[in-house]
């Protein structure tokens, strides 16, 4: 039971949609726990004295090789809920980005592989709360 005294640590995180015009998205494949293996969007930690923005921006260009401007990325939503990641309390700020169909991507730093998906045959299961995320991307 936890202590409603005692302030809970929050990560604060910051995710990216990378959608190309003719209807693919960008995922990764985790290279570590949790969710080993699994796909899903390129992003990662703010760091200190940076906003969740430039950490998109930076993550993406870390994870998949492909860089966007930070002023180029729409925010789409917080994602917040108390279980959304089962390391603990994590907060994402989720972005969205068009880019050319013809973008190369290379598999960087935290990530087995980068793939662009078509959003009508996605993996069955994306990690963390990913699938939503993605959703909230194409419907807004």
């Known amino acids: 039971m936890t202590d409603p005294e005692t302030p809970e640590t929050i990560r604060y995180t910051a995710d990216v949609v990378a959608l190309t015009p003719d209807g693919s998205v960008l ?11 699994a796909w899903a969007l390129p992003g990662g930690h703010v760091d200190v004295g940076e906003t969740s923005r430039a950490a998109a921006a930076r993550e993406l ?4 090789c492909v860089q966007v401007g930070a002023d180029d990325l729409r925010q789409i ?45 996605l993996p069955e299961r994306l990690a963390f709360d990913h699938a939503d995320i993605v959703r909230a991307a194409t419907i807004s």
């Open 77 to 121: 939503g917080v994602w917040d809920s108390p279980g959304r990641d089962p390391r603990g309390r994590y907060v994402t700020v989720a972005y969205a980005a068009v880019v050319p169909a013809d973008t190369q991507i290379a598999a960087g730093d935290d990530a087995r592989r980068a793939r662009w998906w078509p959003l009508d045959n």
């Open 61 to 64: 260009e870390e994870e998949t």
């Open 27 to 37: 995922l990764i494949e985790r290279d570590w726990p949790p969710y080993e293996g």
